[in-house]
Every structure is written in C-alpha cells, then in structure tokens.
C-alpha cells in the first residue's frame, strides 16, 4: 500500500524527471512565477467584482455584440464587441445583441457577409429588440445579475427551434458555458445560505 510520503517522494521525482537537471539557484524561477499565480487566484474573483460594479455602476456601456465563433486567426472562440460611451443618449439601458449565429462558412475562418453586417449595425443604430436576436436591459438588471452581459445570456437564438429528431438541438458552446456559470452561481448561493443555517443552528463553524 502507497503511504503519503511515499506519494510525495515519487511525484517529486517524477516532477523532476519532467523538469530535467536544475541548479538550486534556479528554483526561483519556477517558484516565483507559481507565487505569483497562487496571488492572482487569490484576489481574481474579488477583483472582478470590484471593477465590474465599479464600471458598470458609471453607466458607460452602451452595448455589447456577441459574434460568431471561428472569425479570427489564433481564436476559435466567439469575438466580443464592446461599445463604451460617455455621451449615452439612453442612459440606464444596455443593448445586447447576440450575433452569434449572423455568420458564411469558410475556409479555413468563418466570415460576416454585408447582409449581416448591416442587419447588426441597424440593431444598433434603431436600438431595437428583436427576438432571438437582441434585447434592451436596463442597469439594474444588470446589477442585479453580477454584471454578466453576455447577449446570450439574454438572448437565445435557438430557444423554440425544434430539431428534425424533434428535440431541442444542441446549445452553442458559449450560451451552454453561460447556462452552467449561472448553475454555479445559484449553486454557490445556496451553499453560502444552508452555511449560516447551520451556523445558526450550531451545527457549522
């Protein structure tokens, strides 16, 4: 049977064997770098929710496009627009437009046709809702939801589409990656309440 100091001694080795042969003067240079990680782990979650009620409580964002996937060289991932204004007409909304699906196949990089093009830009400049493709929320509901301003996350291109099997099709990555952050946040907020239950009852330190 594996004891735990066994454990640790042969994943140091092993660690050591994938390293290669370093002088002891050199550890800084793996040790800093790891020190510096830990402390970005630390402060992340805290920083991103200081800056992002800090920006967003400056009312500053005038809209937000999500784009399609697999536009750009280097980035599969789908491309973010974000519009900041300090002259905004419309103060205390935010449009969202969610352009995820306004994309030509091509090889080797999708690609936006005129047609699409102009069908957002006239989201944009009529400021208009249009279902499965854009909404208008107001500040405080983005408050209220963390300042997540994912389009997807409001707007569902494929919400009522029914597949030829009958079924719903499949969610694109983006808006299935926005549905289980949202799962993790209620999840989060349950854990934090059953918490001070059982710190109420006595049964939780």
Known sequence: MLDIQSLETWLW??????????DAPKFKDYILPLVFLKRLSDVFDDEIERLSAEYGSRDL????????EN????????????????????????????????????????????EHIARIAALYHEWRA??????????DEAARNDYNLSPS?????????????????????????????????????ADRELSQILKMLGLWR
């Open 71 to 114: 536009l750009f060289y280097n980035a599969a991932a789908p491309g973010i627009i974000l519009v900041s204004n300090r002259a905004k007409l419309r103060c205390g909304e935010i449009l969202l437009i969610n352009a995820s699906q306004q994309f030509a196949k091509g090889r080797p990089k999708n690609y936006l046709t005129e």
């Open 130 to 139: 249009e279902a499965g493709m854009s909404t208008i929320i107001t500040s």
């Open 13 to 22: 080795d092993a660690a050591c064997a994938i390293r290669g042969p370093v």
């Open 61 to 68: 964002i005038e809209a937000v496009i999500l784009l399609p």
């Open 153 to 189: 996350r409001y707007v569902s291109t494929n919400g009522r589409e029914v597949g030829a099997n009958g079924h719903s099709p499949l969610l694109p990555l983006e808006e299935a990656v926005v549905r289980l952050q949202e799962a993790e946040e209620e999840r989060a907020e």
